[in-house]
């Protein structure tokens, strides 16, 4: 893919985050059947779920730009699941896999934000205002993840360093 003009790197960049949402539903799906808290268990679920949303709504907004979605690795995402394998080999206890594993999820969310609050400028900018919204849906949804993630990561870090 050549990436001459502002519209290429833009549709380069949402290819990167199309890739990074079926990455992290995958990854979020690995962390939900790992962990043996079932709040944190079912929080890692919605993520996923949240991310097969998402990853839908880059696909809309790829239909509106009239472009095919390109597919451009996520290496964060990849990074991140390497993390987490290199982390699980060390054999740790399990809340301390469990915390980690949270806080991997909260480091997914934070990436999302960022990179939401990038391409939704960007497609506002362009005058893409339809694509735009779906943009702000993840945004927001990425955002609520953070603040549910944090506040589950605080309450397991007290648990489990009181200890």
């Known amino acids: 893919m050549a990436v001459d003009s502002p519209r290429d790197l833009f549709l380069y960049e949402l290819g990167a985050m199309h890739d990074a949402e079926r990455r992290s539903g ?59 394998e290199e982390l699980e080999a060390l054999q740790p206890p399990k809340e301390i896999l469990e915390l980690f594993t949270l806080g991997a999820a909260l480091r997914l969310a934070h990436f999302g934000i960022a990179s939401y609050r990038s391409l939704l400028d960007r497609a506002l900018l362009m005058k893409e205002n339809e694509c735009a919204q779906w943009l702000e849906t993840n945004l927001i ?23």
């Open 141 to 163: 949804q990425k955002e609520a993840s953070a603040g549910n993630l944090e506040r589950v990561g605080h309450e397991m870090g007290l648990r489990v360093l009181a200890t």
């Open 26 to 84: 995958e990854l979020f799906g690995t962390f939900a059947d790992f962990v043996s808290n079932g709040d944190l268990a079912q929080l890692l679920r919605t993520q996923r779920q949240e991310s097969d949303e998402q990853f839908e709504n880059l696909d809309r907004c790829f239909r509106i730009l009239g472009a095919a979605p390109t597919h451009i690795p996520s290496t964060t995402v990849a990074g991140m699941r390497e993390g987490f």
